[in-house]
């Protein structure tokens, strides 16, 4: 679809902290790639709690209901804890998820040229690791049933593991589907000795690679999962699991790489062949530390704007020079402070060496 000239509607949320300055330097990315960006600020998280007293104010849904796809930057803060949960700056994104039927968090981890020197491992190791985790995100320990209250005198506290067949099959189908854009291998990571859920998710996932011939299914169990990982990161292609198992894979595969400053996320809820609404963001969190000073490093959130180019926007082609001007910014740099210390660049001049090695798609 490269060479559209059709406008893409995209809600940009900046949110707290760092949010700001990293969906900044995804717009400009975006916009270089794609001229037909149209973009709609909208506030989110403690900025919306300051300016209209709740973290996901009416008109921002609006917005992002009138959008193809929103980029997220960051939300949380210091001074909230006042506020039940449901009020409080990380609200927003939980209800943005459920209003659109997000249930798929798709997660990359790709060691960037140029850094292998910075993971835990050996390079030998991490060089060519490229993997994704297709993460549950609407069931499982976060969503089921709790309790907290005493029983024969002893306080106890319940936190049930709920899975129904439809969400396993639906994630297992995205995670299939996503696997034959890749190398076609999907991983299924549970615990089916010991959870009956992982039992039923192991069940239905086997149930639904029937219907993928093409692509070869490896079933693993979640302490093995994290062990291979660490063993050998480039045997994964597509990871698939539930949504505590992938909170945690996802996080360690990050930090594999070396930086979780390279580390965007997509939460879709349609198959990835299918061009749907999703939410973008960086996993790197509001940072405050280093909020404002110009110095955050914005590869995650450009790299965030290439999946929204890839996933909402039917966009493979930018998708694709998006990535291999972030990689060749990387590989070359001059950097960001997180990965190059003292000799750093700022923010702005990170992004502009990644636009330098970007030109507007042709219109045909």
């Not at 439809?166 to 089916?192: C, G, M, N, P, Q």
Request: aromatic content about 6%; some cysteine; charged content about 20%.
């Amino acid at each position: 679809m490269g060479g559209s000239t059709v406008n893409h509607r995209i809600a940009v949320l900046p949110g707290d902290g760092i949010g700001p300055e990293e969906t900044a330097a995804a717009v400009r990315a975006l916009s270089a790639a794609l001229p037909s960006c149209v973009f709609t600020e909208a506030a989110v998280g403690g900025a919306a709690i300051a300016a209209h007293g709740t973290p996901l104010p009416d008109e921002t849904l609006t917005i992002a209901r009138e959008s193809a796809a929103v980029l997220f930057g960051a939300v949380g803060g210091n001074g909230y804890e006042h506020l039940t949960p449901d009020k409080r700056p990380e609200a927003a994104i939980l209800r943005l998820r459920k209003a659109f039927g997000l249930y798929a968090n798709v997660r990359p981890s790709f060691a960037y040229p140029g850094l292998e020197s910075r993971s835990p491992l050996r390079a030998e190791l991490v060089r060519g690791m490229d993997l994704v985790i297709v993460r549950e995100l609407t069931g499982g320990l976060y969503f089921g049933p709790k309790s907290l209250e005493p029983e024969d005198g002893v306080l106890t506290a319940r936190d049930g593991l709920v899975y129904r067949d439809f969400e396993i099959e639906r994630i297992a189908r995205f995670a299939f589907d996503l696997a034959r854009t890749r190398r076609k291998h999907v991983t299924s990571v549970d615990k089916s000795n010991v959870l009956i859920s992982s039992q039923l998710w192991r069940r239905i996932v086997t149930e639904v690679a029937h219907d993928f011939p093409d692509v070869t299914l490896t079933h693993m169990l979640v302490d093995n999962a994290a062990m291979q990982l660490v063993r050998d990161p480039r045997a994964f292609d597509v990871v698939v699991t539930e949504n505590m198992f992938g909170d945690i894979l996802s996080d360690e595969a990050a930090m594999i790489t070396g930086t979780i400053g390279t580390a965007p996320s997509a939460s879709l809820g349609a198959a990835p062949s299918i061009r749907a609404f999703g939410l973008y963001e960086p996993i790197s969190g509001t940072a405050p530390d280093i909020a404002g000073r110009g110095i955050a490093n914005p590869s995650a959130a450009i790299l965030s704007a290439a999946l929204l180019a890839r996933f909402s926007l039917g966009e493979p082609d930018a998708a694709d020079r998006i990535e291999r001007a972030v990689a060749g910014a990387l590989a070359e740099g001059p950097r960001t402070p997180d990965l190059d210390g003292d000799a750093g660049v700022s923010t702005q001049a990170f992004t502009d060496a990644v636009l330098a090695r970007l030109t507007p798609i042709a219109v045909a």
